[in-house]
């Protein structure tokens, strides 16, 4: 659907950093670096450890795994403290989905404290080290902020093939996703788990990242108990979780699927735990890391 929630909308925890740059020629060794990796004898296993390494993200959760994506400016895009439509939309989704959170918490006797998100354009700084635009969105847990360059959204349209509005919130919600999780303390225990037991395809980090997707679908789940979806929304969000898998990620950088280094899950394993978010409407049904099959 083409539906923008409201385009009037100024959410309070948006900070717009669009039209800002940032210095040092940080971004073009990282892109150099990130080919020179992906070329490597190394392949997805080096890339990961040695661009992490570089970016020093420790703790740093992305969308997608370390492949990058090649991107341009979205038309139109506006410019630090302009309210314009993609602003307007991505705040609403953002309210939306920590409100639904808030709710969730206080079922729970616990308090939801809300996320920032940054939109920016190409590289910006976060207390997880520099942002680059290559590595897709991303939530840093060391100042709970979501970083978002929203030329991400014409890449996951024409080159992923994940066109539509509800694509674009699945990506929002699945960095929330990734904020509840700091809040519950999961992301903590996954990072003080020996680096054994976080890798692979069955390994924490998959199943912390599967997690954030049925996350995602619990706020789904509210959207639909209140009539808010439109025919194809589900759909929308289905293709963007399958489009961005490791499996088929890999295949897209012409290499071989290489389950040892999967870092978010298969096309299939996002899209079945983003479904059981929206059908359960229940953290606990969330559980990847009790779930014996993935």
């Not at 939109?119 to 997880?128: D, I, R, W």
């Not at 979806?229 to 890999?250: N, S, V």
Request: contains cysteine; glycine residues 12%.
């Amino acid at each position: 659907s083409n539906r923008r929630f409201d385009d009037d909308h100024d959410s309070p925890d948006i900070i717009d950093r669009r039209g800002e740059t940032y210095g040092g020629g940080g971004g073009g060794g990282f892109m150099l670096l990130l080919s020179l990796v992906l070329r490597s004898r190394f392949g997805w296993v080096g890339a990961v450890v040695l661009v992490g390494g570089y970016l020093a993200l420790g703790g740093l959760q992305r969308l997608t795994g370390p492949t990058p994506v090649a991107r341009k400016a979205p038309a139109g895009a506006g410019t630090a403290g302009a309210i314009d439509a993609q602003r307007a939309f991505v705040g609403t989704v953002l309210d939306d989905a920590q409100d639904t959170w808030t709710v969730l918490f206080e079922q729970r006797r616990k308090r939801y404290v809300r996320a920032k998100l940054v939109l920016f354009s190409g590289k910006t700084k976060s207390a997880c080290g520099l942002g680059d635009a290559a590595i897709g969105p991303f939530y840093c847990p060391a100042d709970q902020r979501v970083y978002i360059d929203l030329s991400f959204y014409d890449a996951l349209h024409r080159e992923l093939g994940a066109p539509g509005d509800f694509a674009q919130a699945y990506v929002i919600a699945h960095e929330i996703g990734h904020h509840v999780q700091n809040l519950r303390g999961d992301t903590t225990r996954v990072h003080r788990a020996p680096k054994s037991e976080q890798k692979g395809a069955t390994g924490l980090s998959v199943r912390l990242e599967l997690q954030a997707d049925c996350f995602a679908g619990i706020w789904a789940h509210g959207t639909r108990k209140r009539d808010l979806l439109e025919k194809g929304d589900i759909d929308e969000a289905l293709t963007a979780a399958a489009a961005i898998g490791d499996d088929r990620l890999q295949r897209r950088a012409g290499g071989e699927v290489q389950p040892e280094s999967f870092s978010h899950g298969t096309s299939a394993q996002r899209a079945r735990w983003f479904r059981r978010g929206l059908e359960r409407g229940d953290i606990d049904a969330c559980d990847t890391f009790a779930a014996a099959s993935l």
